[in-house]
C-alpha cells in the first residue's frame, strides 16, 4: 500500500520555468490537497480538491494551478516560478474534507529550489 | 483568520523525562485538532485526532488534550525516549483545511 506518492522529492528551477508536482493516492480518497512549508510559519494551504472535478483555493494560490481529472491523482503546476516558491510542498489526502475529521496521509514531500 | 503558535519552538529533554508540547489558537469555532509528527526529510505523521466534542485522546505513551473555551491544546509524552527526537506539529481544523502551528522541534538527549 503506497499510500500517497509524491514525485519529484527534489527539483531545482530557474526563474521564469515552470513545472508539475506529481501526486498520486492509491487509498480512494476524495479529498487531497496540496500545502507548502516554510521554515518558521508551518504548513500553509495552496489548492484542494473535494472529488474529480471539483477544485478549489486555499490559503495561498498565486502562482499555481491544479486539476483533479481522476481520484488518484492531483497534480500542482508551478506557471512562471518565483524565488518566492521556493519551499517544501506537501500533498496529503483523507476520505473527506481534511479539516473535518478523519486522518489525513501526507507525502513525504518535494524539495524545490527556484533560482 | 485562525491563527495557530506552538511553544517553545524547541526543546530539549534527557531520556525518561516527560514531555510537555503547547498550542494556541485564536478562533474557538474548530471541527478538531490534530497533533502530527515530522521527522527530517520526510512527511507528517498524524499522532492524535481530537474531535471539538472531546477533551482528549490516549494513544500508548501519549495524551492530548484540548480546551476549546481557552484555544488550547498540549500534547503530553511520557517517559521520553530518543526515538520521540522529531518536530511536533499541531494542526486545528475547520471545514476544509487544516491550519498549522509552525511546529516544536524536539530533542531527546540519550
Known amino acids: 500500500n503506497a499510500g500517497v506518492t509524491q514525485t519529484p522529492k527534489f527539483q531545482v528551477l530557474k526563474t521564469g520555468q515552470s513545472m508539475t508536482l506529481q501526486c498520486a493516492q492509491d487509498m480512494n480518497h476524495e479529498y487531497m490537497s496540496w500545502y507548502r512549508q516554510d521554515p518558521g510559519m508551518g504548513l500553509r494551504l495552496i489548492h484542494y480538491?473535494?472529488?474529480?472535478?471539483?477544485?478549489d483555493q486555499g490559503e495561498v494560490p498565486n502562482g499555481y494551478n491544479v486539476s483533479r481529472s481522476t481520484t488518484e491523482d492531483f497534480p500542482l503546476r508551478l506557471l512562471s516560478a518565483a524565488p518566492s516558491q521556493t519551499s517544501v510542498y506537501f500533498c496529503?489526502?483523507?476520505?473527506?474534507?481534511?479539516?473535518?475529521?478523519?486522518?489525513?496521509?501526507f507525502g513525504e514531500g518535494s524539495w524545490l529550489t527556484v533560482v | 483568520k485562525q491563527e495557530v503558535t506552538q511553544i517553545p519552538a524547541a526543546l530539549s529533554v534527557p531520556e525518561g523525562e516527560n514531555l510537555v508540547l503547547n498550542c494556541s489558537f485564536t478562533d474557538s469555532a474548530i471541527y478538531n485538532l490534530q497533533w502530527f509528527r515530522q521527522d527530517p526529510g520526510k512527511g507528517l505523521t498524524s499522532l492524535l485526532l481530537?474531535?471539538?466534542?472531546?477533551r482528549e485522546q490516549t494513544s500508548g505513551r501519549l495524551n492530548a488534550s484540548l480546551d476549546k473555551s481557552s484555544g488550547r491544546s498540549t500534547l503530553y509524552i511520557a517517559a521520553s525516549q530518543p526515538g520521540d527526537s522529531a518536530t511536533y506539529l499541531c494542526?486545528?481544523?475547520?471545514?476544509?483545511?487544516?491550519?498549522f502551528g509552525a511546529g516544536t522541534t524536539v530533542t531527546v538527549r540519550a
Open positions: 496529503a489526502s483523507s476520505y473527506s474534507r481534511g479539516g473535518a475529521g478523519n486522518t489525513i496521509y
Open positions: 481530537i474531535q471539538s466534542s472531546q
Open positions: 480538491s473535494v472529488g474529480a472535478g471539483i477544485t
Open positions: 494542526a486545528v481544523g475547520n471545514d476544509y483545511k487544516l491550519s
